[in-house]
């Protein structure tokens, strides 16, 4: 019995031995077969010496979205409505300078000739740069087919009732300069200026982005003000508003601290506040 046991231990040894071996050439063959399938594959990308190169995605680039005529049309459908005027406006964050406001009347008489051609290039005027603002602000201003008008308001307005209200001040006055009363209003942003009527008046948030007439306005509004900046720059060269147009750019904030705020910076902003001393001293130039 003992040796049929120690037979029997024996036995099962041999078979622990043998299952071990086998499991050890399962992995000997499937570590084998890997290696064969990955050599097999880097083979395969390997052509006259070189790597193939996996053929790239092509990503296409998001298009800017452009203004279209879509919101005036919708107003001209409007029977007796001819006159649609976009109105917005320029420098509501700089620290110096006015905020000023630009409206822009069309009509749809006007756009059937060359107008429409010539205006193919209209957009937001922040996404242009200075020189296609200025081209299409000149076109603005002379051609016969288009009503246009600028308000500025000045800092210490600004001081007086807040950055909100008078960018709103000069929205209206701007429509109300206009040489002929529009018949329907197109307002950059979501509110619409208190002393526009209401029931022609329609607020377009980013509605420079929307609508031509808009996107005009804020070409005349953005232009007339940089002009207007470059000539303040003249007057204060302590401060570089030629360059950064009153925005608060590190060069202009190292100029405010060194030099004190001039009578064109807005007083009630940060960080020109913190400078009450100066401000006396400049009240008193």
């Not at 003992?2 to 622990?16: V, Y």
Request: aromatic share 4%; net charge positive; hydrophobic share 35%.
């Amino acid at each position: 019995m003992a040796i049929t046991r120690q037979a029997s231990a024996a036995s099962n040894g041999i078979k622990l031995i043998l299952k071990n071996d086998t499991i050890k050439a399962r992995r000997s063959i499937a570590v084998s077969s890997s290696l064969s399938a990955s050599t097999k594959t880097k083979s395969s990308q390997v052509e006259g010496g070189k790597l193939e190169k996996k053929p790239k995605i092509s990503k296409k680039k998001a298009t800017k979205p452009t203004p279209t005529w879509e919101y005036e049309r919708r107003c001209w459908d409007i029977p007796g409505c001819g006159r649609v005027c976009g109105v917005d406006e320029a420098g509501r964050g700089p620290l110096a300078g006015p905020v000023v406001a630009g409206a822009c009347t069309f009509t749809q008489e006007a756009l059937k000739g060359e107008l429409g051609t010539v205006l193919s290039g209209l957009q937001d005027s922040k996404k242009l740069t200075e020189k296609q603002r200025e081209t299409l602000y000149e076109l603005l201003i002379v051609h016969p087919g288009i009503e246009w008008a600028a308000c500025v308001v000045g800092p210490r307005e600004i001081d007086a009732v807040n950055i909100l209200q008078a960018s709103l001040r000069a929205m209206e006055r701007a429509v109300t300069s206009l040489p002929f009363a529009p018949d329907a209003i197109l307002v950059d942003g979501n509110k619409v200026p208190p002393g526009l009527p209401l029931g022609i008046s329609q607020a377009v948030v980013k509605g420079d982005a929307k609508c031509n007439s808009v996107a005009a306005a804020s070409i005349i509004a953005k232009v007339t003000r940089d002009r207007l900046m470059v000539k303040l720059d003249c007057k204060f060269p302590l401060y570089g508003f030629g360059k950064h147009k009153g925005y608060g750019t590190v060069a202009h904030m190292e100029a405010i601290r060194k030099h004190g705020p001039c009578p064109d910076h807005r007083w009630s902003f940060a960080p020109v506040k913190d400078y009450p001393k100066l401000q006396e001293n400049v009240l008193s130039l």
